[in-house]
């Protein structure tokens, strides 16, 4: 596999780095996702936001997605992207809100038309501390979805407002 990136800027700080996945569904299993590889983008960014409407960055990933149907027969099936923000007690492998609703396009475009998009954020710092990939796997639930009473992002139930909140802020 390829290693967790993690980029500095200037004052050593890291930023956020993001890319393309590519895959299949599992015949044997499809609502698995297999990743076969992947792509970075020329982009970084702040804690908050990772910047993807960059018209170099389309340009970028129109380039790499015709290259890629000449010489692949995977298709693109997701994003990756990283939380470097701190070693913590708890993991930073989580959507933010701009995280929700980047996923929520791309699976809106993709699902469609036989295409399940997945987003995957890896927490470097965490991964280095502790000697081992740290990282999730995500789908957006649409707006419309009505979550049941309690339920975490996580998919459990958690009745106690302090628990959930000490967990999921």
Known sequence: GKP????????GKPVEVMGLMLGHLNPNAPHTIIVTDAFPLPVEGAETRVLADDQEVINF???????????????????????????????????SSTDIATQLGWQRAEDRNGNPWLAIVIDPLRSLAKGKPEMGAFRAYPPEYNAPMNELPDGTLETEDRVRVERWG
């Open 4 to 11: 967790v990136e993690v980029m500095n800027t200037g004052g």
């Open 61 to 95: 990933m129109i380039d790499l997605g015709e290259s890629l149907e000449v010489t692949r027969t995977e298709r693109f099936c997701g994003w990756y992207h990283s939380h470097p923000f701190d070693v913590d007690v708890h993991s930073h492998c989580f959507m």
